[in-house]
T-cell receptor
Framework: DAKTTQPNSMESNEEEPVHLPCNHS???????IHWYRQLPSQGPEYVIH???SNVNNRMASLAIAEDRKSSTLILHRATLRDAAVYYC?????????FGAGTRLTVKP | SQTIHQWPATLVQPVGSPLSLECTVE??????LYWYRQAAGRGLQLLFY??????ISSEVPQNLSASRPQDRQFILSSKKLLLSDSGFYLC??????????????FGDGTRLSIL
């Protein structure tokens, strides 16, 4: 299984961009890179996913390194509601595995 | 739009008692369905997944079982709970399409405490 490495925690100021990094150096060629976030006592929420090209949606952008060994989730303007634990995961074959994730704190 | 419902939200059960957690999905047909457990401060562990009615794949040997009696209903059960079964149980669904690696969409979970 591909292993991921993320910072334990990050802080951001409200309305500033946030770049959340993830290393997945053992990712296989068929794994997509998925990002989820989770608030306390809630289920994870899908954020974005991609394979090779950078991706944008209404929630965030995903920048994927050319060698696919790392990726960065970009929140363009952090809000207080973006405070959560963010998980990146190489995903394939129905088995969603999260590591410890990055706890994002957003300061007003 | 699609929604997923899990109940109950919290449950306290004595050791050795039975368990039944239910999950239903609305607004989609033929979904893939999943049960996960998330221990405190740790990542997700896939317990079961199902690609259709009556089709269950088990990922981890344990005293839990799963059933899918209807297309959009997924049930997690146990005949006798152990202390180690405590945790946060999550149900999820994904679209079953020719495109693999579809995102999974999670319910709000059931926090199970075994006393």
């Amino acid at each position: 299984d591909a292993k991921t490495t993320q910072p334990n925690s990050m802080e951001s100021n409200e309305e500033e961009p946030v770049h959340l990094p993830c290393n997945h150096s053992t990712i296989s060629g068929t794994d997509y890179i998925h990002w989820y976030r989770q608030l306390p006592s809630q289920g994870p929420e899908y954020v974005i996913h991609g394979l090779t090209s950078n991706v944008n949606n209404r929630m965030a952008s995903l920048a994927i390194a050319e060698d696919r060994k790392s990726s960065t989730l970009i929140l363009h303007r952090a809000t207080l509601r973006d405070a959560a634990v963010y998980y990146c995961t190489p995903y394939n074959n129905n088995d969603m595995r999260f590591g410890a994730g990055t706890r994002l704190t957003v300061k007003p | 739009s699609q929604t997923i419902h899990q109940w109950p939200a919290t449950l306290v059960q004595p050791v050795g008692s039975p368990l039944s957690l239910e999950c239903t999905v609305e607004g989609t047909s033929n979904p893939n369905l999943y049960w996960y457990r998330q221990a405190a401060g740790r990542g997700l562990q896939l317990l079961f997944y199902s690609v259709g009615i009556g089709q269950i794949s088990s990922e981890v040997p344990q005293n839990l079982s799963a059933s899918r009696p209807q297309d959009r209903q997924f049930i997690l059960s146990s005949k006798k709970l152990l202390l180690s079964d405590s945790g946060f149980y999550l149900c999820a669904w994904s679209a079953r399409t020719v495109v693999v690696n579809q995102p999974q969409h999670f319910g709000d979970g059931t926090r199970l405490s075994i006393l």
